[in-house]
């Protein structure tokens, strides 16, 4: 039956797929004018010479002068075969800018969903049962506060802090002599001793809201007759807390799987640029702004993506902690 689900939820996923990449699309499409036409306007301001010749060549390979449908379908073919067109600002195929930059951009969402969760789950079980101590107080204070602090200024108070007093700078993800190095042990070693940093400073405001929720969610169920029934029959009160209740205020823990992967990597953006970070967020403003449609097209499809398969990968979670979930 676990089967049967995760197939019908994979097959579900292909045409909200499909919706998505049109709407990609479109969002793209949507400022007036294309980016050669702002490219041949920059370079009459300057007083560069325009080639209308290439303009109008590279207008006629993309279909920039097609409906709307045209385009996409160009656009859709070639990504489904690993092309995702040119980047006019940066003059080179989309595929050799994005691949990196997503790559760290998901070690870092990776690595921050981890940390979020290794933390927020024991701090928000021990605030549930610990309620209206002094413990339970501290924690909230500092739910509150890390909820209310916007994660780039806690970047700019660590990096003051780190060069007044520590004489270093923490910034990016390698070290100077790793920046253009090939990959390595060496480097990933290096991009470790480096992650720590933006991997705290960018879960602190989803911990402080999931240790909330698990905090809320095990308070609705640590009052239920079947808790109060299982300890009359002797059971220990840990083990009667991780087996019933935990488990079952787990189901809104999981699910916010779904918003928080996508969430992370495109919410950093901000926080990108104070830590000179090499993720997508910094690439990607920087293609809307100059309407470099393919290469901010691939990157908000590949977020699209991204948001299908963290509620896929959350709905399967579900589905194994709770099995009515797949009878449904």
Same mark, same amino acid.
Not at 225 to 239: D, F, H, M, N
């Given at each position: 039956?676990?089967?049967?689900?995760?197939?019908?939820?994979?097959?579900?996923?292909v045409?909200?797929?499909?919706?998505?990449?049109?709407? /990609?699309?479109?969002? @793209?499409?949507?400022?007036?004018?294309?980016?050669?036409?702002?490219? /041949?306007?920059t370079?009459?301001?300057? $007083?560069?010479v325009?080639?209308?010749?290439?303009?109008? &060549?590279?207008?006629?390979?993309?279909?920039?002068?097609?409906?709307?449908?045209?385009?996409?379908?160009? +656009?859709? =073919?070639?990504?489904?075969?690993?092309?995702?067109?040119?980047s006019?600002?940066?003059?080179?195929?989309?595929?050799?800018?994005?691949?990196?930059?997503? /790559?760290?951009?998901?070690? &870092?969402? !990776?690595?921050?969903? &981890?940390f979020?969760?290794?933390?927020?789950?024991?701090? $928000?079980?021990?605030?549930?049962?610990?309620?209206?101590? !002094?413990?339970?107080?501290?924690?909230?204070?500092?739910?509150?506060?890390? !909820?209310?602090?916007?994660?780039?200024?806690?970047?700019l108070?660590?990096?003051? @802090?780190?060069?007044?007093?520590? $004489?270093?700078?923490?910034?990016?993800?390698?070290?100077?002599?790793?920046?253009?190095?090939?990959?390595?042990?060496?480097?990933?070693?290096?991009?470790?001793?480096?992650? +720590?940093?933006?991997?705290?400073?960018?879960?602190?405001?989803?911990?402080?809201?999931? =240790?909330?929720?698990?905090?809320?969610?095990?308070?609705?169920?640590?009052?239920?007759?079947?808790?109060?029934?299982?300890?009359?029959?002797?059971?220990?009160?840990?083990?009667?807390?991780?087996?019933?209740?935990?488990?079952?205020?787990?189901?809104?823990?999981?699910?916010?799987? $779904?918003?928080?992967?996508?969430?992370l @990597?495109?919410?950093?953006?901000?926080? /990108?640029?104070?830590?000179?970070?090499?993720?997508?967020?910094?690439?990607?403003?920087?293609?809307?702004?100059?309407?470099?449609?393919?290469?901010?097209?691939?990157?908000?499809?590949? !977020?699209?993506?991204?948001?299908?398969?963290g509620?896929?990968?959350?709905?399967?979670?579900?589905?194994?902690?709770?099995?009515?979930?797949r009878?449904r």
């Amino acid at each position: 039956m676990l089967i049967t689900y995760i197939i019908r939820r994979i097959l579900w996923s292909v045409p909200f797929l499909f919706v998505v990449s049109l709407i /990609a699309f479109a969002l @793209i499409q949507a400022p007036p004018g294309d980016y050669l036409t702002t490219f /041949a306007a920059t370079l009459a301001q300057s $007083g560069d010479v325009v080639d209308q010749e290439r303009l109008e &060549l590279l207008r006629e390979r993309y279909g920039l002068d097609q409906p709307f449908i045209v385009q996409y379908w160009k +656009w859709i =073919t070639g990504v489904l075969v690993g092309d995702f067109g040119i980047s006019f600002e940066w003059q080179q195929p989309v595929s050799n800018l994005i691949w990196e930059r997503m /790559a760290l951009s998901v070690t &870092l969402a !990776l690595s921050t969903l &981890l940390f979020t969760w290794a933390v927020a789950f024991p701090i $928000g079980v021990y605030s549930a049962v610990k309620k209206y101590t !002094l413990g339970d107080y501290v924690i909230t204070a500092v739910g509150f506060i890390g !909820l209310a602090m916007p994660s780039f200024l806690v970047a700019l108070v660590l990096m003051y @802090i780190a060069v007044v007093f520590f $004489g270093s700078d923490v910034s990016g993800l390698f070290s100077e002599e790793f920046e253009k190095a090939p990959w390595s042990l060496a480097k990933i070693g290096d991009l470790m001793s480096h992650l +720590w940093l933006p991997v705290v400073i960018l879960g602190l405001g989803s911990t402080a809201s999931l =240790t909330r929720i698990m905090r809320a969610n095990l308070l609705d169920e640590l009052h239920k007759p079947y808790v109060t029934t299982a300890r009359a029959k002797g059971l220990s009160e840990l083990r009667l807390i991780l087996k019933y209740p935990v488990r079952m205020a787990l189901n809104p823990f999981v699910s916010t799987l $779904g918003w928080a992967f996508p969430q992370l @990597i495109s919410g950093a953006v901000i926080t /990108a640029f104070v830590l000179s970070l090499p993720t997508s967020g910094p690439l990607l403003l920087q293609a809307l702004l100059a309407q470099d449609m393919y290469l901010a097209g691939a990157f908000i499809l590949l !977020l699209c993506c991204l948001s299908v398969v963290g509620m896929l990968v959350s709905d399967i979670l579900l589905a194994v902690i709770d099995p009515r979930i797949r009878y449904r």
